[in-house]
């Protein structure tokens, strides 16, 4: 039986840890916020960016350029992306297993795999795993600029280029809504959105100014920067979203717990003084007597 | 309605303008190039510069950095890097990003040229549209 000041002592330490939740949990409402109106601004180039390359993919071959190349698969790619802090409840797991099983998926079907990995989540993850990482990035998270999907398109358009790679993967978690992250492992090399829409869409004979090729060469790249910076604004807002809801449940828990512990904190009050009470009558009884 | 484009401007940062306008008239890189309704399937890339066209109620102008236009018979759409209304220019950053520019420009050096030569022809270009009279 717990003496009084223990259970006091014990609803001090939650009280101060239900504290800490709720003011992380504003924080990271704050800060979902902005990383959502940051998604949503990116999303209308995103999209636009789709609709010219598909229309423009009636002339796009595959000699035009090397991003478009479609070879056989034989090394694979993949790219895990997740956060660099954790207290975010299964948002970086989730994402790890998914990954883990693509990857040995992957090795079943023996292809040669290599990964990447954004986010120190992930690194600590693959490295515990002695997984050998060809590249990783970290301190991402939190402040996104674009120039980081820059830096890391550029190293993805340049292992596919020198064909150190034949498919690139990304996995990554999709913002659905504040309570639903979606785990996805999508190809971003070779350009899937070129091939499923050539055929639904009618070509236009485009006049190129100032060539085709010129063209391609800008818009090809720039596609896998957007690409990979929505990937990243996306995880970001589902990490936010995720702390959250972690950080919601952590503080109802808390409240919770408090509750319990005053209850029974009145209970064992209440005994104490009832023995006493009697102790007292007792002693008043003996007396008489 | 055919004597109508319309006009789309998007940067990663959010969608500038979607209205329907008479003409656009922008900055390709093969020069400058005017489009009016009912224009051949035309895509090119677009120099740091301005984009103007006439709306309605009169001509409104874009600062535009480095993009593509894909432009067909009824619609110009603009992807690009980053853009602005004139009249949302901040003069002063421009400014002070023209200064930064050119004190890297002389000491080659240590900066990367091409990048403070880009930046310095940014600063230039919206300080320019950004003091251009509208013409009324």
Redesign the interface.
């Known amino acids: 039986m717990p003496t009084l000041r223990d259970i006091k002592r014990r609803i001090k330490a939650v009280q101060s840890t239900s504290k800490i939740t709720k003011a992380m949990k504003m924080v990271a409402a704050a800060k979902f916020r902005k990383a959502q109106q ?1 998604m949503f ?2 999303r ?2 995103a999209d ?2 789709s ?2 390359l598909s ?2 993919a009636g002339a796009a071959e595959s000699e035009i350029h090397p991003l478009l190349a479609v070879r056989p698969r034989k090394n694979v790619d993949i790219i895990v992306l997740t956060s660099d802090r954790g207290l975010c409840g299964a948002f970086n797991s989730n994402i790890l297993r998914a990954a883990s099983k693509h990857i040995s998926h992957l090795k079943k079907e023996e292809f040669e795999v290599s990964i990447s990995a954004i986010g120190k989540k992930a690194v600590d993850y693959f490295r515990r795993r002695n997984v050998p990482l060809k590249k990783s990035w970290t301190g991402i998270s939190g402040r996104i600029s ?1 120039a980081n999907a820059q830096e890391i398109a550029a190293d993805i358009i340049e292992r596919y280029t020198n064909e150190t790679t034949d498919e690139i993967i990304l996995a990554y978690n999709e913002f659905k809504s504040v309570v639903a992250q979606k785990v996805v492992v999508t190809r971003l090399l070779p350009l899937a959105s070129i091939e499923t829409a050539a055929e639904t869409l009618p070509v ?7 060539s085709k090729e ?2 391609f060469n ?2 090809l790249p720039k596609n896998v920067e ?1 690409q990979v ?1 929505r990937a990243l604004l996306e995880s970001q807002a589902s990490e936010e979203a995720a702390r959250m809801s972690a950080m919601e449940n952590a503080t109802k828990a808390a409240n919770d717990m408090i509750n319990n512990l005053t209850l029974q904190f009145n209970k064992a009050r209440q005994a104490s003084i009832t023995k006493e009470l009697m102790d007292i009558v007792g002693g008043v009884e003996a007396l008489k007597g | 309605m055919e004597n109508k484009l319309r006009l789309e401007i998007v940067a990663p940062h959010g969608l500038i303008f979607s209205e329907e306008v008479d003409e656009v008239t922008a900055n390709g890189s093969e020069g400058e190039f005017c489009v009016l309704p009912g224009h051949a399937p035309y895509v090119t890339t677009l120099k740091v510069g301005m984009l103007t066209c006439k709306t309605g109620k009169g001509p409104v102008i874009f600062f535009v950095n480095w993009g593509y236009a894909e432009v067909g018979p009824d619609k110009v759409l603009v992807l690009a890097d980053s853009a602005e209304k004139s009249e949302e220019i901040d003069v002063e950053r421009a400014k002070e990003a023209m200064k930064r520019a050119e004190e890297r420009l002389k000491k080659c050096e240590e900066y990367d040229f091409h990048r403070a030569e880009a930046s310095l022809e940014r600063a230039a270009t919206r300080i320019q549209i950004a003091q251009l009279k509208m013409p009324k």
């Open positions: 940051r601004d990116l209308p180039y636009r960016m609709a010219v229309s423009l674009y236009f004979n485009f006049i190129y100014e100032p010129d063209i800008n818009l957007i910076f």
